[in-house]
């Protein structure tokens, strides 16, 4: 009996050998993508902001950025699609809208939310009393907030911050909300400021691209480290968000 065992496990020990060495454990890593095309950054100090931070964060990485001239309003759309690789800012809820995307989990700046109010037409009015009153479509923020207004009031969607700003300026609306952008023009009519909210942005991928989260994000916080962050801010006049996140820890939609 001993002896058929040495001989079966003379001929099986070759083959078993093979078998426990052929196939090794790997781990497939993704290799990062030469090159990212974004949205064009709107003309705000925020966005301006973060596209001179991603821009540096990825050229460490070996990243080449492109950015194209897409409307605001449609670049949501085309970055779930995965024709844009992702959105330079935008809040954490429009994730749930465009399933695609994936929030960077470093937090680049704080989204205030703004209303601007001809007090000459109507003084210490609400954004429900106003009689009308203009956006820059795009900003899921500011639509969500224009959708509990009665369906009857006047709302008009413009497609930049430059035509929002004409409608309200030359007085054809009596109102202007924006997100992430602050109205300092003069006009012919006193302007009530309103703050509304405020809420933190990231940048967002295509989760095409979900190799690049972790990375990118470990060099958002480098360059924080070292001050970079701080002095671009300061070259933009951009607040430091109220809260920044710890390296690992997941993002968060609100304050």
Known sequence: MLTLFVLTLTVLWPWLNHANTAAPTTVDLQPLPASLQFRQAIRSPAAQYSQALLSEAYRR?????????????????????????????????????????????????????????????????????????????????????????????????????????????????DAVIFAAYRLQDNASFTIDEQHIMSLPDYHLLHRQHQQVVSPLATMLFQLEQEGFSARLRQQYGVAAPRRQLQQGESPFAQY
């Open 61 to 173: 990485l070996g990243i080449e950025t492109r950015f194209v001239d897409v409307p605001f309003g449609r670049s949501l759309v085309e970055s779930n699609k995965g024709t844009l690789d992702g959105e330079i800012a935008r809040v954490l809820r429009v994730t749930s809208q465009y399933p695609n995307l994936l929030a960077v989990p470093y937090v680049l700046f704080d989204t205030q939310v703004y209303l601007y109010i001809n007090s000459g037409r109507c003084r210490n009015c609400t954004l429900a009393q106003v009689p009308s009153i203009t956006y820059v479509r795009g900003s899921i923020i500011v639509e969500e907030l224009l959708k509990k207004l009665p369906a009857s009031k006047p709302v008009i969607s413009s497609g930049t911050i430059e035509s929002a700003k004409a409608l309200f300026l030359s007085g054809k609306v």
